[in-house]
DNA sequence: CATGAATGAGGATTCATTCAT
DNA sequence: AATGAATGAATCCTCATTCAT
């Protein structure tokens, strides 16, 4: 029992010790050796906890992939069938805005390890494939529910996916919309909705 | 004379080497060895040419952002003061995929660089920073002539240019669209302009 | 405690390794890579010890450099105030040659890289100064005690470092008087002290 | 012989490069690169006059060595069997000084380059030899001639050039005695004539 | 004679991994 | 479970040397 809490101790002296490297000289500069010393536990005890580096990344990642794929079915099936369309999806985007925010670090070094690692693809592109999805089924009860046109939802959700990590990593990676960002929500909102042509 | 010209030749079966092993490992897993090796040359000569792997993936990136570069302004010009607009815009995007096209591997290249590696972002920034200056500058010629309604066009240009990196990717890196890529450009256009909402 | 001893003996085996190249190749000479295959020890395990050639040498030098110090210190408190000057010099002469008779390895190479290689130079520098600097408040006592006419004592220091250096060196290196050596100190001494010239 | 002409001047360009490189970095780090980059020839013009860095060296070496050895005999044979034993030394080594000071860079890099680098001591020790002997030879004349005490000469010899080896190190390695060297002379001749002690 | 591109051996350094304590 | 010394493969990089022009 108290051999099970000092593991769990050092698990997270471990998690904690790279997710600060990594943010520092990126993932795929980081060596073992840098986390080690970073966390100051023996060179050996790192492989009683983790086999690789990314094994690391992974368990970092995992845990923001739980914490937004909760927040994402959650809000979808509480708001995005009501009335007010709209105004869910600002809900939605706005608590997603919240676990960015906590989890600051760990977002910023998933956006700069997204696409990139072919040693990590195979993660990260599940998450993505999975944020495309939902984001394409959402569009999709619109369509069927009569509330948008008829579109090819599929392609929407890539320039929507691609779009709001742009905006995230302005936001995350170079301080841009420091404290505005919840306010930027119902505008892009309305870019997508209504697009930036006048009506004639 | 004939000497220059052999250099020349020994540049760019390095460059095609690590073209093709960038293309293959990712570029934050090559090392100059595997870069050497396939392009069958002595480990010094890499050495006559580059300093580092950095350098060689710069002088890929470099041809292709000049290549963009020289098409984006060209036409912007040409087209988007016409009073056609979405039409110039049309052909802007056509005309751009047709670089990607021929340059595939490198874009691939790009796609899986951008935003990864801190040893590559001073270079790839720049581009990302001139390819949304440039669509910023076309949306604010938009709204100025009347005919955008009044937007963030800082914010549209990070949802453009993300979104537009997102479907490049899924075209570029995973095969989607194969052949219908072109299609699916006035699609894009029309999501942008006029959004996806059914007017009420 | 076991592994503290077992890294010292590590340590030993580097040192002890690098002695012998040292004297069979000369420093300038001697790569880490010879060290290393003298010691038998993996290429790695070299820098958890040193991080250079010049380190190991370093170390070594130390070693004699106490060792002459604390003999130089301790025997010039002891013997040069006496009435009989030129008995104490003989003595601190004759408790040096123990020292270098015992170090011949490490002396040798001393001789070989002082004044020589710049990456090593202010550590011998630093020493030869030192000696200089004994020699020198040596005859400045004296002077001062009127056992010694009067003399630029620097310029002396200079001469006596510079011919004890030489004599040294044809002991240690050359093999030159090698079991009478103690014998020529006391000629020395009496050069240093009434010169060559017969009194007219 | 307009060839032969441009012969001697790359080798002259060689040698002055080398010079100012061994300077520099001593000559135990200096590469065929480092003299090649500072002379401004191609790298394949070294191996058209030298085979090795140490050859280079040698040329350069033997310049000077061929200048003293030429005043030294010259000297010695003029003005040492003369009556005024001392006045001759004297003259004899403002004569060596003079040399030294004309080549105080070559003179500089054979004082590092002596008794260190076992590829080149060969050169170095032939030359420490000669000296020694021309001292001794000197020495023994003394004695024989009634004007020196016995004493035991080849000693004295290794006395005489360790510590004129040292005083000129201190001259021209660390500028010691800039302007007054010369002054220095008939001090040290003083010393080894007369000692330093005060006679009872 | 001079050039400089190409070579590949060899040395320096880092890194993941093992294992005895 | 935690430690950290040792390992040797893999990488980086430089250097002397060759050779076609």
Redesign the pocket.
Same mark, same amino acid.
């Given at each position: 029992m108290l %051999?099970?809490k000092?593991?769990e101790?050092?698990?997270t002296k471990i998690l904690n010790a790279a997710k600060k490297v990594f943010a520092q000289k990126g993932f795929s500069?980081?060596?073992?050796?840098?986390i080690?010393k970073k966390s100051?536990?023996?060179?050996?005890?790192?492989?009683?906890?983790f %086999?690789?580096?990314e094994q690391v990344l992974n368990a970092l990642l995992q845990e923001v992939f739980m914490e937004i794929q909760r927040n994402l079915t959650e809000l979808q099936v509480e708001s995005l069938d009501q009335k007010h369309f709209k105004i869910g999806l600002s809900a939605l985007a706005k608590s997603l805005l919240n676990v960015f925010q906590e989890r600051k670090e760990i977002v910023g070094i998933l956006l700069t390890t997204m696409n990139s690692d072919t040693k990590i693809r195979m993660q990260t592109i599940w998450f993505q494939e999975f944020l495309q999805a939902s984001i394409r089924v959402m569009f999709d009860r619109g369509i069927a529910s009569g509330r948008l046109r008829k579109f090819d939802s599929e392609l929407m959700s890539y320039l929507v996916s691609g779009g709001l990590r742009e905006v995230l990593g302005q936001w995350i990676l170079y301080g841009r919309y420091k404290d505005s960002i919840e306010q930027k929500v119902d505008e892009v909102i309305g870019i997508y909705m209504n697009g930036v042509e006048l009506n004639a």
């Open positions: %051999q099970e000092r593991k101790i050092t698990r500069n980081t060596s073992i050796a840098d080690v100051r536990l023996a060179r050996g005890t790192f492989y009683l906890h %086999q690789s580096v």
